[in-house]
């Protein structure tokens, strides 16, 4: 498998260099030259699969540079934890992909990623530097799936005041090889430092600097596997009944949109989903594009659902180049919805109210759009939500949605109790920089 940027203007690279570089030198994303299609045995609800196995499955068809033995080796430690299909009610289910280190679904991807890189290092004596922008849980994510990592260094890049004391916490108290910078203005400025990085070609070359944001295809072909094994769990679950239509549906609280691309992929390669709903905060670019046609950034709105804040979503390219650049292929596939705070708050109570269960508020916005048109507010066709976070990250939005708290988890409560380290800038490329080439 080769990997192309999207702007056409680099050369096709293999996995290796795709993910040491992260950014390709045209200043554009890479995306696979074709989409796989899954083995046979893959699509068979029958199928008995652990879900490492199947990881190592679904990602050796995307990357040939490493031995499939080797992929396997990563997936049995990067897939370490459940995935569970749970049924909330009739047609209305979640994917729960928040039961990792950090309890947000990017443990999956970044942890994967770590391995990835640590196996092409071990082959050789040089030391990389990782820049990564954080709306909330890739930080995290990324801090502790690369944590102690030898010959990487980390450098987060978070918007100060804007995600959660508990978020801040889980990638500001490692110390060592993981650096967290508090970024004094929005995600939007923390991903146009590190873009602006990855463009600054001396930088890239003194310091081998790549990054592990979901613009890197190591972040995001690992999180393809979650789709394809919802698939599978659905028809395991509903036995007969799942064989009837094509597929339940899958709708992706959606930032910066790695999280749905990987779906769509998961779809694009054979995996039995209907289709999409794109749920997005008040950060509604790509709502409004779907409706009008008009791509407008525009810096991002702060939100109870903080990871999802994101103006200028940059794998929403991806999403285009899957589809051709046209809007009518889009949307026959996907549905675009925004959903407010006031409509997040609402459903973290309807959800309790009617299922005793406790939705963050990131997975919320997904179930909120899930049940949105239909007057008994459950969806008129199957449909998996992706649960990407542990509602006890945002104890603030839960007590004001049910006037309850969550116990916290053993792995946020020693977040908790240690020391936070970070170094605060302005939104300067000169400081960040600096930083980056100490």
Known sequence: MRFRSILGQSPVVGFREALFRGLAPDGSLYIPEFIPALRLSLKSAGDAHRLPELAAEVISEFVDDIPREEIRAMTERSFSFPIPLIRLEQNLFLLELFHGPTLAFKDVGARFMARALSYFLATQEQHLTIAVATSGD?????????????????????????????????????????????????????????????????????????????????????QVTYYVWAALLYKQMMGEAAHAGPGPAIAVPSGNFGNLTAATYAKRMGSPIAGFLSASNANNVVPEYFSTGAFNPRPSLQTYSN?????????????????DNDRANLRR??????????????????????????????????????????????????????????????????????????????????????????????????????????
Do not use: W
């Open 307 to 323: 990871a999802m804040d994101v103006g200028n979503p940059s794998n929403f390219a991806r999403l285009l180049a899957l589809y």
């Open 138 to 222: 890739t930080g995290s994510a990324v801090a502790h799936g690369f944590f102690n990592v030898p010959n990487i260094s980390v450098f987060v890049f978070y918007p100060s005041g804007k995600i959660s004391k508990l978020q801040e916490q889980q990638m500001t108290t490692l110390g060592g090889n993981i650096h967290a910078v508090e970024v004094e203005g929005t995600f939007d400025d923390c991903q146009h430092l590190v873009k602006r990085a990855l463009a600054d070609h001396e930088l890239v070359r003194q310091t081998n600097l790549t990054t592990a944001n979901s613009i890197n295809l190591g972040r995001l072909l690992p």
């Open 333 to 438: 596939d996907i549905t675009a919805m925004s959903i407010s705070d006031e409509e997040t708050v609402t459903e973290m109570r309807r959800t309790y109210d009617r299922c005793g269960y406790v939705l963050d508020p990131h997975t919320a916005v997904g179930v909120a759009a899930a049940r949105q048109g239909h007057s008994s507010g459950t969806p008129a066709l199957p449909t998996i939500v992706a649960a990407t976070a542990h509602p006890a990250k945002f104890p603030e939005v839960v007590f004001k949605a049910l006037g309850k708290s969550v116990p916290l988890p053993p792995q946020l409560a020693e977040a908790m109790s240690h020391t936070k380290k970070s170094v605060r800038i302005s939104a300067d490329y000169g400081r960040v920089r600096e930083l980056l080439g100490s």
